[in-house]
C-alpha cells in the first residue's frame, strides 16, 4: 500500500534513511537523523507537496518525497525528488511504484519539473529515474565529500 507519511512514520523512516548516511554515499548527510528532525522534516515538506510511504505487513519499507528546487519564486514550479527503500524491498518494482505514484500527484499540484539529484556511480537510481523518464542533464564533477573521497552528482529531469 503506499499512502500519505505521517509523522508517526518518522521512526521508521529513520531506521530506512541511517543506514544509508552511515554506510552509503548516496546521501551527503553524515550525521543520523533523529526521529524528532524527521518528523520536523515530515511536517514541513507535507505542508505544501507530497511525502508517500510504502507499507506492507504493517511496515514502513519505503518512502518518497520532493521538496522545492530552489528558494526563489521563480522555481516555484520544479521540485528536486527522493526515494529511499529498506534492503528488503529492493530489485521488487516497489521503487518504481511509489516514485510513479509521487510524480502522478506532482502532475495534479502543477508542478513543471522534477529535479533527481544522484551521487555517482549509482546504476540503481540511474535506471529508476530513467525509467520513469528522467533525463540526465546535468554532471557536477567531485562537488561532494564523504568518507575521505570525492563524489560526483549528477541530475536527472522531468517534464510533467
Known amino acids: 500500500m503506499i499512502r500519505s507519511a505521517t509523522i508517526e512514520d518518522a521512526g521508521a523512516i529513520c531506521s530506512i534513511y541511517n543506514p544509508y548516511v552511515g554506510e552509503t554515499t548516496i546521501t551527503f548527510e553524515d550525521q543520523e537523523v533523529s526521529v524528532e528532525a524527521m518528523q520536523a522534516r515530515i511536517a514541513e515538506v507535507t505542508v505544501a507537496l507530497p511525502w508517500l510511504v510504502?507499507?506492507?505487513?504493517?511496515?514502513?519499507?519505503?518512502?518518497?518525497?520532493?521538496?522545492?528546487?530552489?528558494?526563489?519564486?521563480?522555481?516555484?514550479?520544479?521540485?528536486?525528488?527522493?526515494?529511499y527503500l529498506a534492503p528488503r524491498f529492493q530489485?521488487?518494482?516497489?521503487?518504481?511504484?511509489?516514485?510513479?505514484?509521487?510524480?502522478?500527484?506532482?502532475?495534479?499540484?502543477?508542478?513543471?519539473?522534477?529535479?533527481?539529484?544522484?551521487?555517482?556511480?549509482?546504476?540503481?537510481?540511474?535506471?529508476?529515474h530513467e525509467k520513469l523518464g528522467f533525463k540526465k542533464v546535468a554532471h557536477f564533477?567531485?562537488?561532494?565529500?564523504?568518507?575521505?573521497?570525492?563524489?560526483?552528482?549528477?541530475?536527472?529531469?522531468?517534464?510533467l
Do not use: C
Request: no cysteine.
Open 91 to 128: 530489485r521488487r518494482g516497489i521503487g518504481q511504484k511509489l516514485y510513479g505514484k509521487l510524480i502522478e500527484k506532482l502532475r495534479g499540484l502543477g508542478v513543471h519539473r522534477a529535479m533527481g539529484g544522484i551521487a555517482l556511480p549509482n546504476a540503481g537510481s540511474v535506471a529508476l
Open 54 to 83: 510504502f507499507e506492507a505487513e504493517d511496515e514502513v519499507g519505503g518512502y518518497a518525497y520532493a521538496t522545492r528546487w530552489r528558494a526563489r519564486a521563480a522555481y516555484r514550479y520544479s521540485v528536486e525528488t527522493t526515494v
Open 141 to 159: 564533477e567531485a562537488v561532494g565529500r564523504k568518507f575521505d573521497r570525492w563524489i560526483d552528482v549528477g541530475y536527472w529531469q522531468l517534464s
